[in-house]
């Protein structure tokens, strides 16, 4: 009986070798793992505004879109110009009984495994239920890449580090909606994925739409779907856009202050 189900453990273990994706991210996240944040471009920025963002939380302000104390205490509006996302997640984990400095670590940890995952479904997809290694290949390449390392460790830009984790679930969840039998099943994830990127880093934002767009009209040429499909993908975007409109909404109405 032990040896049957010693077999039938590593069977389907084999089946799953998205297990692996947290070991083959080690050599990409061994440095902030032994050593911490390093000296890096923008990393000191970051822990300064989860600091500010903590303090204000604790006071009971859910969401200080102005900061009194950046700007040498003149104040500067951060949070109603840069998307917040990333810093909520290691705020999150800071309540959760880390340090600050621990809980951004952790936070960039956790996106670079959201990456790989991500990664791994959307290659899973487009491949074919039968690569399931070629898929993990994929995902451990995207986790290892000289951009999202050069984000990691040169820059701790941590909100570029989520946007790289959200894009490949965008592109699996877009697929999925013109693709699958139940389009539906989709429409939430496609929804909160891209809301989420809104909310997380506004440059990734800027370039996305084109890119998308394009990637849309391939799947949809390829796969000869009726066009009642592009109503899906529009009703994901006015979804994302509802539960990212606290953010964006003011954003564009003050921009000029910029």
Sequence with gaps: KADSWSRRSVRWAWQRPWLALPALALPALW???????????????HLLRLVVLDHHVRQGMLYPRWAPELYTGLGYPVFNFYGPLSYYLAEALHLLGLDLVSALIASLVLWTLLAGFGMYRLAYDVLG?????????????????????????????????GAQALLPWIFWGVRRLLTDQRPAHYLLPVALALGGLAITHNITLLFTPLVLASYILVVWWQTGRARARLG?????LAAAMGVSAFFWLPLIGERQFL
């Design 232 to 236: 899906w993908i529009l009703g994901a």
């Design 31 to 45: 440095p902030l793992l032994t050593m911490g944040l390093s000296r890096s471009a923008d990393g000191a920025l």
């Design 129 to 161: 239920s039968g690569q399931r290694w070629a898929a993990l290949v994929a995902a451990t390449a995207y986790m290892i890449a000289p951009y999202l390392l050069l984000n990691l460790h040169v820059r701790a830009a941590i909100a570029e580090v």
